[in-house]
Nanobody, 129 residues
Framework: QVQLVESGGGLVQAGGSLTLSCAAS??????????MGWFRQAPGKEREFVAT????????YYSDSVRGRFTLTRDNYKNMVYLQMTSLKPEDTAVYYC????????????????????WGQGTQVTVSA
């Protein structure tokens, strides 16, 4: 299967910045990946979509809550994606998960966790007030 490892989480004050990285590996990564993205889950909350990017296309999607503050980029050569987070808010506190999606099947595929195939273990982001 595809292996995903997130890194870069930590503690930051409100208004600060943090960059998360996700490294993908495994022989099935390229043939199985249409897009890579990020979800997050706070304690007691449902997992929510953050951002995702098409691996070979130009599609880039952000949730309304992070648009304008977060920037998702990819490095196809290194098989990595990055989530640059700025103007962080306490409500951004969550475990952030990297995931890959193989085959979209609806117009809103990018924000639905059930369409993603492989997941990392997550990295904790804590934003203090």
């Amino acid at each position: 299967q595809v292996q995903l490892v997130e890194s870069g989480g930590g503690l930051v004050q409100a208004g600060g910045s943090l960059t998360l990285s996700c490294a993908a590996s495994g022989p099935m990564f390229l043939p199985y990946t249409y897009a890579m993205g990020w979800f997050r889950q706070a304690p007691g909350k449902e997992r929510e979509f953050v951002a995702t990017i098409q691996w070979r296309g130009t599609g880039l999607y952000y949730s309304d809550s992070v648009r304008g503050r977060f920037t998702l980029t990819r490095d196809n050569y290194k098989n990595m994606v990055y989530l640059q987070m700025t103007s962080l808010k306490p409500e951004d506190t969550a475990v952030y998960y990297c995931a890959t999606e193989r085959s979209p099947a609806s117009s809103d595929w990018y924000k639905r966790a059930e369409f993603y195939d492989y997941w990392g273990q997550g990295t904790q982001v804590t934003v203090s007030a």
